[in-house]
């Protein structure tokens, strides 16, 4: 589903980090929307200069997919937009970029965090039918 770049960011996470959070998803009436954060140190060199990523312990990815469940779970374009807010209240704009290999479709943004940063992202996700919310809640470590 999320095809190469899923693959190597869980493949890294699972290699070199102690603390695991998996996958996630939100299912909106006929949309499964998987999410994921995680410190971009656990992309490889090549996958993070591939999609202009900066690597850093203090950078976050954000990864969407939208999933059609009517249409046997396929990739769907969506329009993504959000923020990130601390708990002190600061808010990030997230600007995210899109990515499309294959059937994978699949949006992308960072976040600046500090160690142990509970952050709350809210994400606004518009379809040709519908716009939905995506909250969750993240808490970022540097190892």
Same mark, same amino acid.
């Given at each position: 589903m999320f095809k190469f770049i899923l693959k190597c960011v869980l493949l890294s996470f699972l290699i070199q980090s102690n603390y %695991? !959070?998996?996958?996630? &998803?939100q299912i909106f009436d006929n949309l499964s929307v !998987?999410? +994921?954060a995680i410190?971009?140190?656990f992309l490889t060199p090549n996958i993070a200069h591939q999609y202009s +990523? &900066?690597?850093s312990k203090y950078n976050g990815l954000i990864n969407i997919s939208v999933i059609d469940n009517t249409q046997n779970n396929k990739a769907i374009y969506a329009i993504i937009s959000g923020t990130a807010r601390? %708990? $002190?209240?600061q808010i990030h704009p997230l600007n995210f970029t899109l990515v499309n290999e294959g059937d994978a $479709?699949?949006?992308l943004a960072t976040y600046p965090f500090l160690n142990e940063e509970i952050v709350n992202f809210n994400i606004k996700i518009k379809t040709e039918k519908k716009t939905n919310i995506l909250k969750f809640? !993240? &808490?970022f470590y540097i190892n």
């Open positions: %695991l !959070h998996a996958e996630q &998803k !998987h999410y +994921i410190p971009t140190k +990523i &900066k690597r601390n %708990l $002190i209240g $479709i699949y949006y809640q !993240h &808490k």
